[in-house]
Each structure stands twice: as structure tokens, then as C-alpha cells.
């Protein structure tokens, strides 16, 4: 009897699993769980703690006082912290440079080249480099009397007149910024390539073939396939360029005013364990973050509403037309 | 059909050629140096130019001292084990996230689609200070699964990856399987997640670099020596060596090389992978 009971509870069971409704909930439910416990646990409860700490003058163990706007205010008001922003205005700089010269180099290579293949890989690569790899190539790069220094020499400069590339402060962001320009220069390359590439490559082709030079290929058919992207990477430098990390903390450690907002904040987190500080720091810049991304999709909303693909290939249109008149 | 040759064009070639092998020694230069010196003896490294070869692309002591003095077989065994079971477990739980957002309607999919949407937009780095906080109170700190799953928890590209994968795939796949009488769960296993083969791809690249390079985590929650990943390892040379640069430029090459071997190798699907990941935005 006792058998009888459980084998119609495991029919009702088995029933119940075939009904979609149930197995809908199933999977939603066990298909999310992870992620969601992930989601909660790694980003909305710290989030939420950040928000709260960022009132406290704490370390991470013993007792807090609140403090109020105190911390927001120190933010700005700090030597190190508001410096550390001025030194962003390099990297932004620099991230402007990279950006010229990835478009540069994608559009030379959109033009037939021998060997691209090589040229992109070798340019490529370092983004792929460890950034701790990176930093101890450019401690060594820079080193008084190592790489750079000999090559300089080579080229028949005078010892006497090259500077201290890590230690003076007139140029020795300069110096960091070029770490990352020759770390990300490539990969944004292949970026704007691949952007290039998915405009109908038979463009260039037709465009050639009625005559557009180089400057009209680019004007007309190159630029409006990549002005969406080349804006996005704009807005990403500004928040990219306040989390620059790696080349500062490997290469000087922040020391001699080359310290970052991320590596000032890691100092003062993890160092001197002012939590609360730097809780107020995260806040702040995720604000900037926030600005920035709102800025972006109301520029994309007014600035590209059209499609920009038909755009181009409107702009080619009119080329042929023309070209065809003046045959005839 | 040859093409007129004009000065124009000719110009406009050397200055193509010029500027890209240019870039291309540029990008160079500060990595082959850096081979240079990594095979260098000790009195060479003193006596001799950067730039010079060295006297034997077969002295191997730096590499050896390298490996020994960081335990590096050992950290390289970590990353390993991190590496399989972080983007293994990332794939999954971000295919199967995608599909029930992607397919689905129910209460709360468009909270919960904004809440990974928004996600993405706190800084790392500046996340990790509370963060610390949670993983100290849950006790991951220095345990290799404490160091995976915050890896796992904390980056949501794959997530991205799949889901917009998912809204090129047709329903009428799903529709037709659900009319056979398959289950939910068979139609995401045996009929979708093989089709997803080129997101997997995209996801791992782009996933597995980030892992394999990442230090700012592991520098935090495995401080023991014995539990250190490859990045983190290499950060040792800091302290005692100074300016022992040939041991040095032995460990940088050590960690760079079979990222170098990955990307030779697999170099279409990384290129893709990257431009498949700057979608997002």
C-alpha cells in the first residue's frame, strides 16, 4: 500500500514536471540563481556598504564615527587626492594621442599592405602583456643609463642633456602616459579596423574605380563607419583615464607626483586604512562614470540619429553620379 | 586594368610603409631588449651595452634563478586551476543567465537585465575596497576558490557576450523543439548551447586574457606564497632585485610567453573577441 502511494506521488511529480508552467520556473529560477547570489554579493551589498562607509571615518576592524559630508569634502580639498586629478589630465591627453594614432594606423592599413598581418601583430601584442610585465619593461626602459638612454646616445645625443624620465616632474607623467599609449594603441587599432572592414569593402573598390583619392576614401566612406566608435573610446578615456593603475604603482609607486586616482586610492584603502576616505573617492568617480555614460547616449541620440552606414553609402552614391556626368 | 602609377601614390606608399614599421619597431624594441638581457651572465649584464647581444641565446641561468627564487612552477600551476574553472563555470552561468533574459518574459526580467546593465559601470578597482570587507567576513580570504569566485562575481563581459548572441538567435530554434516535446532545460542543453560556439569562443578570449593577466585581486585576497598566481609572482622582483635586470627581464619573459604562444596561434579569434567585446557600450 505504503508502494502504491509513492508511486502516485512520483506520477504527479513526473506530471507536474511536464507541464511547461512548472519547468518554466524551474529554469528561470535555477538558471539565475548563481549569477543573481554572484550579483548581490560581489556588487549591490559592497555597493551598498560603499555608500554607507563613505560617512565613516573607519578602518576596516574596530570602531566608526560618523562623519557626515566630511569625507566628500576632503576628497576635493586634499592635496594628493585633488592632485591626483591634474595628473588624469595626462592620461586623458595621452588617450587622446593613442586614439589619433590607432585611426592613423587602422586607416593605412585598410589601404592594401604587404605583410599586414605582421605589422598588426607586432603593434597588437602589448596590449596582451601583463600590466605588472609592463611596468618592469618600462622600469628598465626608463632606468638612468639603460634603454632609452642608449638609444638616445646612439642617435648621438649628449648624455648630459637627458633627463631623469621617472624622476623629474616636469616630465615624468609624460613618460608613464607613453606606457599606455604603447599598451592600448594597437588593440584600439584593431578596433577601429574591424569597423572599417564591416563597412561593403566593394566601396573602396567603386570609390576607387571612379576616382575618389585617399582623403575622399577617408572623408566619406571610412570616417562615418567609425565616428560612433571613435566617440565611445573618447568618453571611455575619461573614466579610463582616472582608473590608470598599473604603469604608476609598478614603475614609481606614485611617488615624485605621478600618483593616480586608483593608486592614491589603494594607498589610502589598503595602506593607511582610511575606508571611509576612499569609499567617498569610489563614490565620486563613479558619479563622474555616471555623467559621463549619460553624456554619451543622449550625444549618440541627438548627434547620429540617422543610420550612418546608408550615410556613406549615399556619400558614394553621389560620387558615382557625378563621376558619370562628368563622362559624359 | 593596371593601376596608373602617379608620384602621388608612390609617396603615399613609402610614407604607409614607413610609419607602420616604425609603429611596428616601437612596439617592439622595449620587449626585444628585454630578451636581450634576460640571457645575459651577470658580468656581461655589467659590462655590456643594453643593446648588444648577448653572448649565448642558450644560457638559461637568469630563467632558471627566476623560476626558483618566485616559485613560479607552482604559481603557474595556480593560474591554471584558476583559469579552467573560472572561465568554465563563466561560460555557463552566463549562456544560461542570457537565455532565460533572452527568452523569457516574467515579473522583474527588466530590473533584473538593468541591475547587470548597471553593474558594469562601477569602477573595479575602487569596488574592491568594500568588497575586502565581504570576502575577509566570509572567510575566502587566502583560499584559491575564495580568489575564483570573486573573479567570477566581478566581471559581467560574458554575460554581455551571450546575451547579445542570444537576440541574433531565431525562436523559431526553441519553438520547434518545444513542439517535439522537448524540456526547457534540453532545449538550452541540446539545441541552443552548441549553436553558442562562437560567443564561448569570444567570452573565453576576451575572459581568460583578463584572468590570466589580472593582479589587482590576487595581490589582495592570496597573500601566502605558496597560493600566488603568475602576475602577483612577478611582482616579488620589486623588492630584492633592484636593478638585477637580467632576472628580471627573465621573469617578465617567463609570464609572457604563453600568452604570446595563445595569441599566435589562436590570433583570428582574439582579434574578433575584441572587437565582438567593444560592442557593448
Request: charged fraction near 15%; proline fraction near 3%; aromatic fraction near 16%.
Amino acid at each position: 500500500m505504503g508502494g502504491s502511494v509513492t508511486n502516485a506521488g512520483q506520477k504527479t511529480f513526473a506530471e507536474k514536471f511536464r507541464s511547461r508552467k512548472v519547468q518554466r520556473y524551474l529554469v528561470i529560477i535555477t538558471f539565475m540563481f548563481v549569477p543573481l547570489l554572484l550579483l548581490l554579493v560581489f556588487t549591490y551589498i559592497p555597493f551598498a556598504k560603499m555608500v554607507q562607509f563613505s560617512f565613516y571615518d573607519m578602518k576596516y576592524i574596530g570602531t566608526r564615527t560618523f562623519v557626515g559630508l566630511k569625507n566628500y569634502v576632503d576628497v576635493f580639498k586634499r592635496s594628493d587626492i585633488f592632485g591626483s586629478l591634474f595628473v588624469s589630465v595626462y592620461y586623458m591627453g595621452g588617450a587622446v594621442v593613442q586614439l589619433a594614432l590607432a585611426l592613423f594606423f587602422a586607416t593605412m592599413m585598410v589601404f592594401k599592405v604587404k605583410g599586414e598581418s605582421v605589422f598588426k601583430a607586432a603593434m597588437f601584442f602589448p596590449y596582451l602583456v601583463c600590466g605588472i610585465a609592463v611596468g618592469f619593461i618600462f622600469k628598465f626602459f626608463y632606468a638612468r643609463g639603460y634603454v632609452l638612454d642608449t638609444i638616445l646616445q646612439v642617435f648621438g645625443m649628449n648624455p648630459d642633456n637627458i633627463p631623469l624620465w621617472l624622476q623629474d616632474q616636469k616630465i615624468n607623467n609624460f613618460s608613464l602616459v607613453a606606457t599606455s599609449v604603447w599598451r592600448y594603441t594597437g588593440q584600439n587599432m584593431v578596433l577601429f579596423l574591424g569597423a572599417m572592414m564591416s563597412v561593403d569593402t566593394d566601396l573602396y573598390e567603386a570609390a576607387s574605380l571612379d576616382g575618389a583619392n585617399k582623403w575622399h576614401q577617408f572623408r566619406y566612406i571610412i570616417m562615418p563607419s567609425i565616428k560612433s566608435i571613435i566617440v565611445l573610446n573618447l568618453v571611455l578615456s575619461i573614466s579610463g583615464s582616472l582608473s590608470a593603475f598599473e604603469p604608476p604603482y609598478v614603475i614609481t609607486n606614485g611617488n615624485m607626483g605621478t600618483g593616480t586616482y586608483f593608486v592614491i586610492m589603494n594607498r589610502l584603502a589598503h595602506e593607511n586604512q582610511r575606508v571611509g576616505l576612499a569609499c567617498a573617492m569610489a563614490i565620486v568617480l563613479l558619479v563622474i562614470i555616471i555623467i559621463c555614460t549619460v553624456a554619451q547616449n543622449l550625444f549618440f541620440k541627438y548627434a547620429f540619429n540617422d543610420g550612418t552606414e546608408d550615410e556613406s553609402k549615399a556619400a558614394v552614391r553621389r560620387k558615382k553620379r557625378e563621376a558619370k556626368k562628368g563622362g559624359a | 586594368m593596371k593601376p596608373k602609377i602617379n608620384a602621388g601614390s608612390v609617396i603615399f606608399s613609402i610614407l604607409k610603409y614607413l610609419s607602420l614599421i616604425l609603429a611596428s619597431l616601437i612596439a617592439v624594441i622595449p620587449v626585444i631588449v628585454c630578451v636581450f638581457t634576460a640571457f645575459k651572465t651577470n658580468e656581461e649584464y655589467e659590462t655590456t651595452s643594453v643593446l648588444d647581444l648577448p653572448a649565448s641565446f642558450l644560457n638559461f641561468e637568469n630563467f632558471q634563478i627566476a623560476i626558483e627564487r618566485a616559485n613560479m612552477l607552482r604559481c603557474f600551476l595556480n593560474t591554471a586551476i584558476v583559469l579552467v574553472v573560472v572561465l568554465v563555470v563563466s561560460v555557463f552561468t552566463g549562456s544560461m543567465l542570457a537565455y532565460v533574459l533572452n527568452r523569457f518574459k516574467f515579473p522583474g526580467r527588466g530590473i533584473i537585465e538593468s541591475l547587470f546593465l548597471f553593474a558594469s559601470l562601477l569602477p573595479g578597482i575602487a569596488m574592491q575596497v568594500t568588497i575586502y570587507q565581504i570576502m575577509y567576513s566570509l572567510n575566502f580570504i587566502n583560499h584559491l576558490y575564495g580568489y575564483m569566485i570573486v573573479l567570477m562575481g566581478t566581471d559581467i563581459i560574458s554575460i554581455y557576450i551571450f546575451l547579445q548572441f542570444f537576440e541574433n538567435l531565431s525562436v523559431s530554434l526553441d519553438e520547434s523543439a518545444i513542439m517535439d516535446g522537448c524540456t526547457y532545460f534540453g532545449v538550452f542543453f541540446k539545441i541552443l548551447f552548441p549553436l553558442l560556439k562562437p560567443a564561448i569562443v569570444t567570452s573565453l578570449v576576451l575572459k581568460g586574457v583578463s584572468v590570466y593577466n589580472e593582479y589587482y585581486s590576487s595581490n589582495l585576497y592570496l597573500t601566502k606564497p605558496e597560493l600566488k598566481t603568475i602576475s602577483t609572482a612577478l611582482y616579488t622582483f620589486t623588492g630584492p632585485y633592484g636593478n638585477q635586470y637580467n632576472y628580471i627581464c627573465a621573469g617578465v619573459l617567463i609570464t609572457i610567453i604563453p600568452i604570446l604562444i595563445f595569441f599566435l596561434i589562436f590570433q583570428k579569434q582574439v582579434y574578433s573577441g575584441m572587437a565582438a567585446g567593444a560592442v557593448k557600450g
